[in-house]
């Protein structure tokens, strides 16, 4: 990327957000909703906007696992710790477990990205972004992992229906469904 091109979490960490009511914010995940009255829609319509989103089973494993790193109690017990947080709305409501699409829509409901790339293919939907922007491609390295087993080990069919309630507009978004991406 250029300098003038805006990474909202590079920029969050840098504290180098150029538009103070999003510095205000205090972290960097900022939804299009957010940025569009900010730049503008003329910048906004301009801009190559694209996000990367995750299986919603496997990202509620790893936020359960990394809300509880210091106790280590997902190790020890995660079925009691998915059903607590998936009872607790504000558990649910906190930025990493709120539902995706909310970062990445507009204010009709509809996608507001120019492409929307998949964790689990991370590289390849890196690669597609780096081709369109016509930038050279790099191998990308693991970072900011949690430490837990395959995501579907964790899950009962109670917890299945459960968090798939919870993130229905996500699952039917990005079409991501339990056992067609259990791996």
Known sequence: MG???LEQVGLFVERRFPFPE???IRHGHISARQIRPVVGDTTFGRSMKFAFVRNPYDRFVS???F???Q????KTDP?????HVVEKPELLGHLLCRPQHEFIINDQGLIAMDYVGRNESMQASYDAVADRLKLPRETLERANTSE???WPEYYTPDLVD???RAYRRDLDLFGYEFDRHAR
């Open 148 to 150: 837990h087993r395959p």
């Open 3 to 5: 300098p003038d091109d």
């Open 67 to 69: 809300i509880t790193r």
């Open 162 to 164: 459960r968090v798939g």
């Open 71 to 74: 106790n280590q109690e997902f």
């Open 22 to 24: 999003l510095a205000d």
């Open 63 to 65: 936020f359960c696992a």
């Open 79 to 83: 079925h009691a710790v998915m059903k």
